[in-house]
């Protein structure tokens, strides 16, 4: 066994296979397409639309409405989470703030801002919740865990306030921040969908999967699930590409970050 | 002219009681003492990282130039990035000479968790070296050197100090030739 998974690749592929047979038997059984399409059918279906160009924009216009959120979000968090670090009183107006929107569904979140704003919003407004209580937390632990012995030499050699924060504060605390922002951009993604599945605005990937799902038209459903799923991992592998420890991304360990050599 | 009067500090227990010293404008000083008598309090106390419990400093906040017992670099920037850092307006070509001169030329594009303890401390003096100023001081800046480099520091200390005040704390005797000042 050990020869034939000798390389990771093998055994994730190994892995792959028996789910996809798993899934197969399973739809066998079931008997009934619209309950569960066979795997072949939905990958057939998925390649149908990714020979359309509306599959593209929809796709795309999906994503940028959950970036719109997340930036957002990011934006929000780091800078609600200097203010709580440095100001007692901001924390002490912020942190409730959070914990409220992290132990909220979020069903309720969707319905509730469906109320509040246009349609179109929607995603954007719940993908900013998703990640925004995430940074805000990351961005006060890489700040309370700078290395003070850093902050001291900054100090002795009067870097003054506005360098030591740009060259020594803020690169210590970025590396939290991308940790926050990896966990944020997946959950974001998903939260967008599913805002856009009970908001329903013009053009998204949730108007499609509420329509295959109204319609009974599963492969679809699946088709469209698989696109999401598909492209959340292209942009965790994006983001990891993107701040790789390889391309000088000395941002992306936390530990090396903030230990002082 | 470098004026302690009376510098009095303690923690749980006193570690330095009532230190005066008058140091002309340059000059080579070694500090020395047992363990815990104050010698890197001393230093921290001038530096403005600690204030003391008493007594006065003159001037009050002078131009020093630190070397830490640890060499406190950025671990996100490179060798010379870090040296470069201490100053506003960047001059290479000094940072070079500094980084040149202290064997670190092959090292200079290297983050610090690619040097060894000796690369880093040594780098922490170029970046002291490149920083200037009127007071240097310097807390055991030797402590992880191999013999060599031990001689470049002492030579480094005896050049400058015709021109700068050199407080270095240390019970190293290759750096011998200063004005002792022993603490107890």
């Known amino acids: ?261 | 002219m470098l004026i302690l009067k009376k510098l009095s500090k303690a923690y749980d227990a006193p570690v330095l009681t009532d230190f005066s010293y008058e140091f002309p404008d340059c000059g080579f000083f070694l500090i020395r003492g047992r363990s815990g008598v104050g010698k890197t309090t001393l230093l921290r106390i001038i530096a403005g990282l600690e204030t003391a419990d008493t007594g006065t400093i003159e001037p009050s906040s002078p131009a020093v130039s630190f070397v830490f017992q640890e060499a406190r670099l950025l671990p996100f920037l490179t060798l010379r990035e870090n040296v470069l850092l201490v100053k506003a307006r960047r001059d290479e070509k000094e940072a070079d000479r500094f980084i040149d001169r202290l064997g670190l030329k092959d090292a200079a594009d290297k983050y610090p968790d690619a040097l060894s303890g000796g690369m880093r401390l040594r780098a922490a003096i170029a970046r002291s070296l490149y920083f200037g100023g009127d007071v240097y001081l310097w807390d055991e800046p030797t402590k992880e050197l191999d013999a060599e480099n031990r001689r470049i520091i002492a030579e480094i200390i005896r050049e400058r100090s015709q021109k700068a005040l050199f407080l270095v704390v240390s019970h190293d005797d290759s750096l011998a030739g200063g004005t002792e000042i022993l603490l107890s």
């Not at chain 1, 292209?234 to 936390?254: T, V």
């Open chain 1, 1 to 261: 066994m050990k020869a034939v998974f000798k390389t990771k690749w093998a055994a994730y592929s190994a892995a792959l296979l028996f789910w996809l047979g798993f899934w197969h038997i399973c739809a066998v059984k079931a008997e009934l397409s619209f309950i569960l399409p066979k795997p072949l059918e939905v990958f057939k279906r998925f390649f149908e639309l990714l020979g359309h160009f509306a599959f593209y924009q929809t796709l795309l216009i999906s994503l940028l409405r959950v970036t719109v959120g997340f930036l957002g979000g990011l934006f929000l968090g780091v800078l609600s989470g200097f203010l709580s670090h440095r100001f007692f009183w901001a924390r002490s107006l912020i942190s409730p703030m959070m914990s409220v929107i992290k132990a909220t569904p979020v069903a309720s979140f969707i319905l509730v801002v469906i109320l509040w704003i246009e349609r179109g919003g929607v995603p954007s407004f719940i993908s900013l919740l998703m990640v925004l209580p995430i940074v805000w937390q990351n961005t006060v632990l890489g700040l309370e865990k700078r290395d003070p012995a850093l902050g001291e030499m900054a100090q002795v050699f009067r870097l003054g306030k506005w360098r030591t924060l740009l060259r020594v504060d803020l690169p210590q605390v970025i590396p939290f921040i991308l940790s926050a922002s990896k966990t944020g951009m997946g959950l974001s993604w998903k939260a967008g969908i599913a805002a856009e599945v009970l908001a329903l605005p013009a053009e998204s990937v949730g108007e499609m999967i509420h329509n295959a799902k109204l319609y009974l038209e599963t492969v679809d459903l699946y088709a469209w699930t698989l696109a999401i799923i598909l492209t959340s991992v292209l942009l965790e592998k994006l983001f990891s590409a993107l701040f790789s420890p390889k391309k000088g991304g000395r941002y992306a360990d936390p530990q090396k970050a903030v230990q002082g050599l």
